[in-house]
Protein backbone atom coordinates (compact mmCIF):
# COMPACT_ATOMS: atom_id res chain seq x y z
CA UNK A 1 0.00 0.00 0.00
CA UNK A 2 1.52 3.43 -1.02
CA UNK A 3 -0.16 7.18 0.07
CA UNK A 4 0.87 9.81 -1.91
CA UNK A 5 0.58 13.33 -0.02
CA UNK A 6 0.35 16.50 -1.84
CA UNK A 7 -0.99 20.16 -1.37
CA UNK A 8 1.91 21.39 1.06
CA UNK A 9 3.60 24.74 0.66
CA UNK A 10 4.36 28.19 1.72
CA UNK A 11 1.76 30.32 3.15
CA UNK A 12 1.14 33.67 5.22
CA UNK A 13 -0.15 33.84 8.61
CA UNK A 14 -3.95 33.79 8.53
CA UNK A 15 -4.04 31.92 5.12
CA UNK A 16 -5.19 28.55 4.03
CA UNK A 17 -3.71 25.29 2.66
CA UNK A 18 -5.53 22.22 1.53
CA UNK A 19 -3.55 18.71 1.86
CA UNK A 20 -4.88 15.74 0.00
CA UNK A 21 -3.31 12.14 0.34
CA UNK A 22 -4.10 9.30 -1.66
CA UNK A 23 -3.98 5.79 -0.62
CA UNK A 24 -3.15 2.94 -3.52
CA UNK A 25 -3.13 -0.75 -3.30
CA UNK A 26 -4.87 -3.97 -4.60
CA UNK A 27 -8.45 -5.04 -2.95
CA UNK A 28 -8.14 -2.36 -0.70
CA UNK A 29 -10.08 -1.36 2.58
CA UNK A 30 -9.27 1.80 4.48
CA UNK A 31 -10.70 1.92 8.03
CA UNK A 32 -9.43 5.16 9.24
CA UNK A 33 -6.93 7.78 7.22
CA UNK A 34 -5.12 10.56 9.34
CA UNK A 35 -2.86 13.40 9.29
CA UNK A 36 -0.26 14.40 11.82
CA UNK A 37 2.97 16.33 11.35
CA UNK A 38 6.36 16.91 13.05
CA UNK A 39 8.31 20.02 13.54
CA UNK A 40 11.88 20.69 13.72
CA UNK A 41 13.41 18.99 16.74
CA UNK A 42 9.42 18.13 18.16
CA UNK A 43 8.07 14.34 18.13
CA UNK A 44 5.60 13.61 15.66
CA UNK A 45 2.05 14.45 16.47
CA UNK A 46 -1.98 13.47 15.82
CA UNK A 47 -3.42 16.40 13.79
CA UNK A 48 -6.61 14.67 12.44
CA UNK A 49 -8.47 11.32 11.75
CA UNK A 50 -11.30 9.92 10.30
CA UNK A 51 -12.50 6.45 9.94
CA UNK A 52 -14.47 5.15 6.67
CA UNK A 53 -17.79 5.79 8.64
CA UNK A 54 -17.00 9.63 9.08
CA UNK A 55 -15.82 9.97 12.30
CA UNK A 56 -13.26 12.45 13.28
CA UNK A 57 -11.07 13.53 15.69
CA UNK A 58 -8.73 16.47 16.11
CA UNK A 59 -5.94 17.75 18.21
CA UNK A 60 -6.69 20.56 20.46
CA UNK A 61 -4.35 23.14 18.91
CA UNK A 62 -6.13 22.98 15.17
CA UNK A 63 -10.31 22.69 16.15
CA UNK A 64 -12.04 24.87 14.42
CA UNK A 65 -9.61 25.48 11.98
CA UNK A 66 -9.09 22.27 10.23
CA UNK A 67 -10.90 19.66 9.06
CA UNK A 68 -10.42 16.36 7.96
CA UNK A 69 -12.54 14.63 4.97
CA UNK A 70 -12.17 11.57 2.40
CA UNK A 71 -13.35 10.44 -0.04
CA UNK A 72 -13.86 6.86 0.50
CA UNK A 73 -14.16 5.81 -3.38
CA UNK A 74 -11.06 7.32 -4.34
CA UNK A 75 -9.27 6.32 -0.34
CA UNK A 76 -8.31 9.61 -0.34
CA UNK A 77 -8.17 11.84 2.69
CA UNK A 78 -7.87 15.58 2.24
CA UNK A 79 -6.86 18.50 5.23
CA UNK A 80 -8.37 21.90 5.43
CA UNK A 81 -5.99 24.35 7.48
CA UNK A 82 -7.94 27.41 7.89
CA UNK A 83 -6.52 30.31 9.85
CA UNK A 84 -2.87 29.01 9.55
CA UNK A 85 -0.33 30.31 12.28
CA UNK A 86 3.18 30.10 12.42
CA UNK A 87 2.83 26.99 14.65
CA UNK A 88 1.41 25.21 12.05
CA UNK A 89 5.11 24.83 10.48
CA UNK A 90 5.91 21.63 10.51
CA UNK A 91 6.07 18.08 7.73
CA UNK A 92 2.53 16.83 7.49
CA UNK A 93 2.37 13.14 7.34
CA UNK A 94 -0.49 11.01 6.23
CA UNK A 95 -1.24 7.74 7.16
CA UNK A 96 -4.06 4.70 6.74
CA UNK A 97 -4.53 1.77 9.10
CA UNK A 98 -5.83 -1.12 5.92
CA UNK A 99 -6.90 -4.06 5.09
CA UNK A 100 -5.39 -6.08 2.18
CA UNK A 101 -7.26 -8.84 0.78
CA UNK A 102 -4.79 -10.67 -1.45
CA UNK A 103 -4.59 -14.34 -1.03
CA UNK A 104 -4.73 -13.84 2.54
CA UNK A 105 -5.96 -10.60 4.66
CA UNK A 106 -3.24 -8.82 5.50
CA UNK A 107 -3.97 -5.68 8.05
CA UNK A 108 -1.66 -2.80 8.08
CA UNK A 109 -0.36 0.65 8.49
CA UNK A 110 0.90 2.59 5.74
CA UNK A 111 2.59 6.46 5.94
CA UNK A 112 3.30 9.03 3.17
CA UNK A 113 5.97 10.67 2.40
CA UNK A 114 5.53 14.16 4.12
CA UNK A 115 4.20 17.09 3.01
CA UNK A 116 6.23 20.73 4.28
CA UNK A 117 4.15 23.88 5.43
CA UNK A 118 5.58 26.55 6.56
CA UNK A 119 3.52 29.61 7.50
CA UNK A 120 4.94 32.90 8.08
CA UNK A 121 4.74 35.48 10.17
Same mark, same amino acid.
Given at each position: ????????? #? /????? +???? !??? &???? $?? =????????????????? #? /????? +???? !??? &???? $?? =?????????????????????????????????????????????????????????
Amino acid at each position: VQLQASGGG #L /VQAGG +SLRL !SCA &ASGN $KL =RINEMGWYRQAPGEQRE #L /VATIT +SAGS !SNY &ADSV $KG =RFSISTDNAKNTVYLQMNSLKPEDTAVYYCNADYFEFTAEVVAGRAWGQGTQVTVSS
